[in-house]
């Protein structure tokens, strides 16, 4: 079992960029499959990214503009974003199940641990 905590939290004008971090606790983190949700206001809380063996995968609105990396070693994971737009605006969390899956998951019933989130807003 781990736990997840984001930080990286901020407030930023549109166009601007911000990198998310989310450190695990547990010694056998690289056994987790990990992926980045965000949560805008009044709406479901929605797939950001994750990485599928050893493949990027991102929602098509942050394609080209957010990056996903681990380091296994300091049992993190970041999430670059760059040319945030205000529709970027939203509570960020990242999210794990152990092991791996053939097929990249993208919903949040695929996965078991939660961190409880950062907020990220940009400002037009």
């Known amino acids: 079992q781990i736990q997840l905590v984001e930080s990286g939290r901020g407030l930023v004008q549109a166009g601007g960029s911000l990198r998310l971090s989310c450190a695990a606790s547990?010694?056998?983190?690289?056994?987790?499959?990990v992926g980045w949700f965000r949560q805008a206001p009044g709406k479901e809380r929605e797939f950001v990214a994750t990485?599928?063996?050893?493949?990027?995968i991102y929602a098509d609105s942050m394609k080209g503009r957010f990056t996903f990396s681990r380091d296994n070693a300091k049992n993190t994971v970041y999430l670059q974003m760059n040319s945030l737009k205000p529709e970027d605006t939203a509570v960020y969390y990242c999210?794990?199940?152990?092991?791996?899956?053939?097929?990249?998951?993208?919903?949040?019933?695929?996965?078991?641990?939660w961190g409880q989130g950062t907020q990220v807003t940009v400002s037009s």
């Open positions: 999210a794990a199940y152990y092991g791996a899956s053939y097929q990249p998951r993208v919903r949040q019933n695929q996965y078991d641990y």
């Open positions: 547990g010694r056998t983190f690289s056994s987790y499959s």
């Open positions: 990485i599928s063996w050893s493949e990027s």
